[in-house]
């Protein structure tokens, strides 16, 4: 079955430490997007991409790295910069522009 | 910058009653997506709304989109337990990738 993918699906770090969330599609999606949930709130879109090679921040997009070499990976850096990094972290990717998204089932990053 | 708003916030039922949930955009917009996403998961997409006054159904829920592409409601009937959880409504920003979602409305059952 097609989907996507992240790992892992609890992540404690220290403070000061860099941390990559993995997240892996095989939908054959064009686009992928990161947000970021906090407890009782809505999804904020960290960074987006619509094509390889390129992507896009989002709203919250300071602290926070990507890279997009693959069409299937959209991994999510999480830098020492990032001043409250401890979230539920969904990557999600859609056909195209405008389209429903289909979400990982996400990591739940703890810093320490 | 364009705006999505959902109410209420929250809304508690015993189980059997009926629920709304009711989301408002500050600009047209060229769809309207449901999501819903359980307690200590992931959101799971619904529907797509496309058509302005369009209404559909999947068993006991009724999703609208109004006339003027702006507002969309979701409604359960005869709410049961394994409806819990929050449903986010997104509308697509004009000319791009961006999906803006609302903030949510959690639904608590009552057995």
């Known amino acids: 079955d097609g989907g996507i993918t992240q790992s892992p699906k609890y992540l404690f770090r220290k403070e000061g430490q860099n941390v990559t969330l993995s997240c892996e599609q095989n939908?054959?999606?064009?686009?992928m997007y990161w947000y970021r949930q906090d407890p009782g709130q809505g999804l904020r879109l960290i960074y987006y991409?619509?094509?390889?090679?390129?992507?896009q921040k989002g709203d919250i997009a300071e602290g926070y790295s990507v890279s997009r070499e693959k069409k299937e990976s959209f991994p999510l850096t999480v830098t020492s910069a990032q001043k409250n990094p401890t979230a539920f972290y969904l990557c999600?990717?859609?056909?195209?522009?405008?389209?429903?998204?289909?979400f990982g089932s996400g990591t739940r990053l703890t810093v320490v | 910058g364009q705006q999505v708003m959902q109410i209420p916030q929250y809304q508690h039922v015993q189980e059997g009653e009926d629920f709304t949930t009711y989301c408002n955009s500050s600009?047209?917009?060229?769809?309207i997506q449901w999501y819903k996403q359980r307690p200590g998961g992931h959101p799971v997409f619904l529907i797509q709304?496309?058509?302005?006054?369009e209404v559909k159904k999947q068993k006991r829920l009724t999703f609208q989109f109004g006339e003027a592409k702006k507002n969309s409601s979701l409604h359960i009937t005869a709410t049961q337990t394994t409806d819990v959880g929050t449903y986010f409504c997104?509308?697509?920003?004009?000319?791009?990738?961006?999906?803006?979602f609302g903030a949510g409305t959690r639904l608590f059952v009552k057995a």
């Open positions: 999600a990717s859609s056909i195209g522009q405008g389209d429903g998204y289909t």
């Open positions: 939908l054959n999606h064009d686009a």
């Open positions: 991409s619509q094509i390889v090679n390129d992507f």
């Open positions: 600009t047209t917009l060229s769809n």
């Open positions: 709304l496309v058509k302005s006054g």
């Open positions: 997104a509308g697509p920003l004009s000319g791009g990738f961006k999906t803006i």
